[in-house]
Nanobody, 125 residues
């Protein structure tokens, strides 16, 4: 399984970006796909997750109301729409996936089996 994340870039505060994570090698029908981010010198933190079957979503408090995670099962792709971006959103964003995750485990990066390469988001003030 390969995950490819793309869509990052440089944006001014208050702007928007949409990240995409395309999965290949396996069609996901269960489990979750999540987005995490890692700022320079800091640990990788949970951002959002979505259940493949049903679409239940979870968000970190820091992004609730600003970010939206969505999926396209036909394209085996998950999106992260990021609005009202802040400088503190600057980080490398990674997508992860796991077929056997349960809801209580989506917050922990170590529970994800597959990872994309990361896409960099820079928000200028």
């Amino acid at each position: 399984v390969q995950l490819q994340a793309f869509g990052g870039g440089l944006v001014q505060a208050g702007g928007s970006l949409r990240l995409s994570c395309a999965a290949s090698g396996r069609t996901f029908t269960s489990g979750y796909m999540g987005w995490f981010r890692q700022a320079p010198g800091k640990e990788r933190l949970f951002v959002a997750a979505i259940k493949w079957n049903g679409g239940t979503t979870y968000y970190a408090d820091s992004v609730k109301g600003r970010f939206t995670i969505a999926k396209d099962n036909a394209k085996n792709t998950v999106y992260l729409q990021m609005n009202s971006l802040k400088p503190e959103d600057t980080a490398v964003y990674y997508c992860g996936a796991d077929r056997f995750l349960i809801a209580s485990s989506v917050w922990n990066q170590y529970n994800y089996e597959y990872w994309g390469q990361g896409t960099e988001v820079t928000v200028s003030s």
